[in-house]
């Protein structure tokens, strides 16, 4: 074929053109999805006050996706740039469960031997003096998953899990002088967002830190999941400092030396750390804490008028003047989802805080900025690492973040004069000991901290006659606390320090006196001197504390010293503070305990009365051993009257259930409901729960209080735990006499559903089952036959289904779908055409799932087809599809508006229409479609755990679920689909757990058609 020249020339002319717009259409799409506006759009864009100003100080391609940021020495940035995140370089996923928890096949080696990825420790420097950073170099390239850093002893500290690392640059030329030093090693891996990080200096020179939710760290022998932790840089000990909380991102010391941890808890903000105690989270998700006899724990500071998003992370109290008077000492934080940073009032209340909402420091007004990070600077303004993406939820590990932004802003005071920076590296040890007495913190800290490192002892004396000024409080517990991290803390010498008329340097020379773990003979008689009369919460807290830490003779006498100070009984902290402290030498020095606490005069102090005696029988029956038991029986012979002893039976009752109890590190994987019918779970704890030897001496008190007549379920079950045959037998005969109450029947019924496990037992209650009894009593009876094996109650209630009315057959079919040969035996009635296959459930079918028995599923395939959750790749297919149908045209907001209302309000509020059984989605990340998508499509991924669904399993069988809506030490509220509210008591639950599966459809999308799944789009992502 022949062409002519003009010909070729056209032909060429519009192939050039219709590439270049290809090209320049992709340079502009990619334009589009790779940020939102321009650093300098988004500075101009935020609001502060009007006595405020907000700069921009770095940008891509500068920074990009900063973690942590800090100032060294030198008043340089420096910036950890996450940007390995959300997956670890050189690893395999070998699962990922529905909380994003990944199991991977192997821990990685340390640098330099280990996988090398993206993440980097960069230094910016402004070369120019303009106020902006204009150069940036690398300290340290190829990390892999790196969270955290600080810097001190001549180098600089990393975390990058599974390992705390330190890097040598004692040079200072800014090139490690070597391969990193693995410090500690064990730290957990499973979620990338919520690893070890936070590294941060205390005042008394440990190196603390946390790790979040999801994850569980080995360390020395310790494991734990969430917690905050510390590591000494001399002495090299590790502690876990306390046990608890949520996804802790942000952890500073007030000026006083409390500790406050950040939180992802809605509606809080933070935990005030108190050493040694054990805090709030999401048991059901995460697992209990580790010692199951700590019988309490502290809640989050409690904030009044809550604004903003769930995630408060990156909080520090301001400690500098350059912002004006009312800004000092605040808590400043960022709100991530909330795109913006706000400061809150912390306000004392006995011995720790309330917070309440001061005001918004800066809105971002610009949905991209996603602060990760807020520090204060050596010139006294606050820096904000802006992370900033499209994107601020984890949906997936596989979820596509944009790698090429990043920012960090100053928040300053308008009236704020330019700072000649020092390095306090140039400066003599005596001119140091002078920075202590700065206001600003930053300077104050570093002071320390190279004072620490120098270790010199020409400033010891001068140190510790500051640490004596009695008109200067602050600058007196500045040079405790440097005395003490210069390893020249003498408790003989410092001794009188316990006597000083300020409170945090009573409590300070406390708790460095507990860190030594031993105390002098005339110290001892200080700390019971302060114990029997000093009236400051705050000192008493850090006593009750520091006891736990203390020799068994020294703690004991303290605790029952402390125990004196009725008025302390309601505080917020120092009741359960005194019951861990006393907990740790119950067992080890359990005569001793014994000796000081099970006098009859006892039974007088209200505190020893309502906060430690009824815990202390809990913890002996709950140990189980003969002289534990023997304690129990001297506690209830002590207790005086008819209403303390019963309390001391119910607490004995809960100790006895709690033998051999293991702990549960985390939640089954299971579908919904597979946990309900676990029956080895059951039958093992008939095996630990029932004594089969008894020490004389509570063998006696079980006779004081056992009657042969009794109806009595509390002390008929206490006397079955302690294996008595009478009450065994007394039990079964109240449990199946027709003439006795229905209570008192189902009481007995409740009782061996729980510990009764013989022949006869299973016998006598078949027979329950048809004929004239009562629904109720049926129930109750299935319930108990549940947990049982066997032919015969198979063959009954097969006999009896037909007669049954809906109610009793729903949980006949729970009965026998609960196992895999009579779930056979059931569903071959289905397939011969007895009973239709609209008689089971879904639930019910998911339940025949769990067996995964080919006989089971061949019959649920030829009746009702693939009736299990989607699988992922199932899920990931359905995504792309409505991926690609959102992409194919707009749609119509009204439209939209109206399928939210019938398919979505029913549980979801967005703006002003719908309920809040869900999450209310109007501050939710409606803009990030890719977060949407997974939420709908698969809302089992990740369920926060304000919304995840409970199933709770009563004593009598009974099973329920919903959200947990509302929670007292009395009992339990769950919310249904359907908006309705049941209250449970506390002594009725067996079991209560989190479902795997969201009260959310997975088909909701499934019902549309590719217009309405559009048009729900539009309005679900409308900013109206």
């Known amino acids: 074929m022949r062409f002519n020249a003009a010909s070729n020339r056209t032909t060429f002319f519009l192939i050039r053109m219709v590439v270049l717009s290809f090209l320049i259409w992709q340079a502009f799409e990619v334009r589009c999805l790779a940020q939102g506006f321009s650093p300098g759009e988004a500075a101009q864009r935020m609001t502060v006050d009007s006595d405020f100003k907000v700069e921009l100080v770095a940008a891509e391609p500068l920074v990009r996706q900063p973690v942590a940021i800090d100032f060294d020495d030198r008043g340089r940035l420096w910036v950890l740039q996450y940007l390995q995140y959300p997956n670890p370089a050189g690893l395999k996923r070998v699962k990922v469960d529905r909380f994003s928890r990944t199991t991977y096949d192997r821990i990685p080696e340390p640098p330099p031997t280990g996988p090398k990825g993206a993440d980097r420790l960069t230094i910016l420097e402004d070369t120019n003096g303009d106020g902006a950073f204009d150069k940036a170099k690398d300290f340290i390239s ?4 790196a969270s955290g850093f600080t810097f001190g002893y001549g180098g600089v500290f990393v975390l990058q899990t599974p390992y705390l690392l330190f890097y040598p640059d004692r040079n200072r030329d800014d090139i490690p002088d070597g391969d990193p030093e693995v410090l500690l090693e064990g730290f957990g891996m499973e979620d990338t967002s919520s690893v070890a990080n936070s590294l941060v200096w205390g005042p008394d020179g440990w190196l603390y830190g946390t790790q979040g939710t999801n994850i569980t760290a080995h360390i020395r022998g310790i ?68 010692n199951p006899f700590v019988l309490g724990y502290f809640q989050h500071v409690p904030h009044k008028n809550f604004q903003g998003g769930h995630v408060t992370v990156g909080g520090i109290l301001y400690q500098s003047d350059q912002f004006p008077a009312p800004y000092r000492n605040k808590y400043i934080a960022v709100d991530t989802l909330g795109h913006a940073v706000r400061w809150h009032h912390v306000l004392p209340d006995q011995s720790t805080f309330r917070s309440e909402n001061g005001g918004v420091l800066l809105q971002a007004n610009d949905t991209w900025f996603a602060p990760s990070d807020a520090i204060q600077g050596p010139d006294g303004a606050v820096y904000v690492a802006d992370w900033h993406d499209q994107r601020t939820a ?14 960090v802003f100053r928040i300053s005071h308008r009236s704020a004069k330019p700072v000649r920076h020092v390095d306090p590296h140039s400066l003599s040890s005596e001119q140091l000991v002078d920075v202590l007495s700065s206001s600003n913190a930053w300077q104050v800290r570093r002071t320390r901290r190279i004072l620490a490192e120098r270790r010199d002892k020409q400033v010891i004396d001068q140190l510790r006659t500051l640490s004596q000024h009695p008109d200067n409080p602050s600058l007196a517990l500045q040079a405790l606390w440097t005395l003490n991290t210069l390893g020249a803390f003498d408790q003989n010498r410092e001794s009188s320090l316990l006597a000083h008329q300020d409170p945090h340097i009573r409590a300070w020379t406390i708790r460095l006196i507990g860190d030594t773990k031993q105390v002098s003979d005339e110290n001892g008689q200080k700390l019971l001197s302060i114990a029997k009369t000093d009236t400051s919460p705050t000192v008493i807290s850090q006593l009750a504390s520091s006891a736990k830490r203390l020799p068994a003779k020294q703690c004991i006498a303290l605790v029952r010293t402390l125990l004196n100070r009725s008025e302390f009984r309601n505080d917020p902290h120092i009741p359960l503070l005194t019951w861990w402290a006393l907990e740790r030498y119950s067992i080890s020095s359990l005569p001793e305990v014994l000796q000081a606490f099970s006098r009859p005069g006892d039974w007088q102090n209200p505190f020893l009365r309502e906060v430690i005696l009824g815990r202390l029988m809990r913890r002996y029956a709950g140990e189980g051993s003969n002289a534990s038991l023997v304690a129990c029986a001297r506690l209830l012979a002590a207790a005086p009257e008819k209403t303390e002893r019963r309390r001391m039976i119910s607490e004995l009752d809960a100790g006895l259930k709690m033998l051999g109890r293991e702990r549960l590190p985390s939640l089954p994987l299971g579908p919904k409901y597979g946990n309900i019918a676990a029956i080895t779970r059951v039958e093992k704890s008939n095996q630990v729960t029932r004594l089969k030897t008894l020490p004389p001496e509570l063998a006696d008190q079980l006779t004081t209080i056992w009657d042969d007549k009794t109806t009595d379920p509390l002390i008929i079950r206490v006397a079955m735990r302690l294996d008595s045959k009478a009450a065994y037998d007394r039990a079964l005969a109240l449990a199946t006499d027709k003439t006795c109450t229905e209570k008192t029947r189902l009481d007995m019924l409740a009782i061996l559903r729980e510990l009764g496990d013989s022949q006869e037992c299973r016998d006598r209650v078949l027979k329950l089952v048809g004929g004239s009894e009562t629904p109720t009593i049926q129930l109750a009876a299935l319930n108990l036959l549940s947990r049982f094996a066997d032919e015969r109650i198979t063959e009954r209630l097969l006999a009896q289904y037909e007669k049954m009315h809906a109610t009793l057959r729903s949980e006949t079919r729970d009965v026998l779908l609960g196992r895999a040969d009579s779930a056979f035996a059931f569903l071959q009635e289905i397939d011969q055409g007895t009973y239709p296959p609209t008689e089971v459930t879904a639930d019910q079918l998911r339940r025949v799932a769990l067996h995964n028995d080919a006989r089971l599923n061949e019959i649920v395939r030829k009746h009702w087809g693939n009736i299990r959750a989607g699988t992922p790749e199932e899920k990931l297919a359905e995504i792309r599809r409505i991926s690609n149908d959102l992409r194919a045209g707009s749609g119509n907001l009204d439209q939209g508006k109206l399928l939210f209302e019938k398919h979505c309000a029913t549980c979801h509020k967005l703006f002003d229409t719908g309920k809040t059984i869900g999450p209310d989605l109007t501050k939710a990340n409606r803009q990030d479609q890719s977060f949407l998508l997974v939420s709908i499509v698969d809302p089992n991924t990740q369920i926060r755990k304000e919304y995840l669904n409970y199933v709770l399993v009563t004593v009598d069988g009974r099973v329920l679920n919903g959200l947990l809506v509302e929670e007292s030490p009395a009992s339990v509220t769950l919310l249904n689909a359907k908006n309705e509210r049941t209250t449970v008591s506390r002594e009725d639950i067996e079991e209560l757990k989190a479902s795997p599966v969201s009260l959310m459809p997975e088909d909701l999308l499934k019902k549309l058609t590719p217009q309405q799944v559009r048009d729900l789009f539009q309005y679900l992502q409308t900013k109206k």
């Open 223 to 290: 494991e734990f999941e969430q917690g905050i932790w510390r590591y000494h840089p001399v002495s090299r000990k590790f502690e876990l400092f306390m046990e608890g909380g949520g996804n802790m991102w942000g952890l500073d010391f007030d000026e006083f030396g409390n500790l406050l941890a950040g939180t992802n808890y809605g509606g809080y903000l933070m935990f005030h750390v108190k050493q040694g105690a054990y805090y709030a989270k999401s048991f059901a998700k995460h697992g209990e804490l580790h």
């Open 142 to 145: 190829d990390l892999n998953i």
């Open 394 to 407: 984890h949906p997936d590990p596989d979820a596509t973040w944009d790698r090429r932004n990043g920012r």
